[in-house]
């Protein structure tokens, strides 16, 4: 089974600026790779993914990821912190092998964006 | 698209009493996911389904908990009996079918078990 390791269960940034979201996998075959939010009361919606292709993703809201195969991670940033940034984040990988559309998350990280 | 579905989005009940949670995916996916939200634990996969039939089971926590879907349009999560433990968000998630499918969210049911 895949496993999902995210640095730092909070994090906490000034409005303004960048922010760094850590996440490794294990995996000897790269697998599919996602970013989710979750705002309070709501559900998991996502970010952004990586599949094929460029290893830089952008997604919404400002936010990239750039998979690097070689550190088995897939960190999140933004350059400028912004208030409605504060929410939960989830990274998550999809095997590739028998549990064909599974998706493995992460514990999650609490972003806190301070004014 | 409406989404994912999910009711009731709240549910407070006693001890002991059997809960049903209720799911509609988004039309045409062919995976559906019941997973658990607590801070303890985080989120839980607890069963997922491929075109209604399920697929891996093995995230249920007892015997207590049973999840059906008799159609490509309707899942249901049901505890009986219900304890306190089993307080939590229960989130339902549909994808489509192939490697690399998001999985969309429906907002929760928040349980509490007194």
């Known amino acids: 089974a895949q496993s999902v390791t995210q640095l730092g269960s909070h994090v906490s940034v000034s409005e303004g600026a960048l922010v760094l979201l850590r996440c490794n996998y294990s995996?000897?075959?790269?697998?599919?790779l996602f970013w989710y939010v979750q705002y309070p009361n709501q559900g998991l919606q996502l970010l952004l993914k990586y599949t094929t292709g460029a290893t830089l993703v952008k997604g919404i809201n400002g936010f990239e990821a750039e998979f690097k195969k070689s550190e088995t991670s897939f960190h999140l940033t933004k350059p400028s912190a912004h208030m409605s940034d504060a929410a939960e984040y989830f990274c998550a990988v999809s095997d590739r092998g028998s549990t064909l559309g599974r998706l493995y998350f992460g514990r999650g990280t609490q972003l806190t964006v301070w004014p | 698209d409406a989404g994912v579905i999910q009711s009731p989005r709240h549910e407070v009940t006693e001890m002991g009493q059997e809960v049903t949670l209720r799911c509609k995916p988004i039309s045409g996916h062919d995976y559906l996911f019941w997973y658990r939200q607590t801070m303890m634990r985080g989120l839980e996969l607890l069963i997922y389904f491929n075109n209604n039939v399920p697929i891996d089971d093995s995230g249920m926590p007892e015997d207590r908990f049973s999840a059906k879907m008799p159609n490509a349009s309707f899942s249901t999560l049901k505890i009986q009996p219900s304890e306190p433990r089993d307080s939590a968000v229960y989130f339902c998630a549909s994808s489509l079918q192939g490697y690399g499918e998001t999985q969309y969210f429906g907002p929760g049911t928040r349980l509490l078990v007194l």
């Open positions: 995996s000897s075959v790269p697998p599919y």
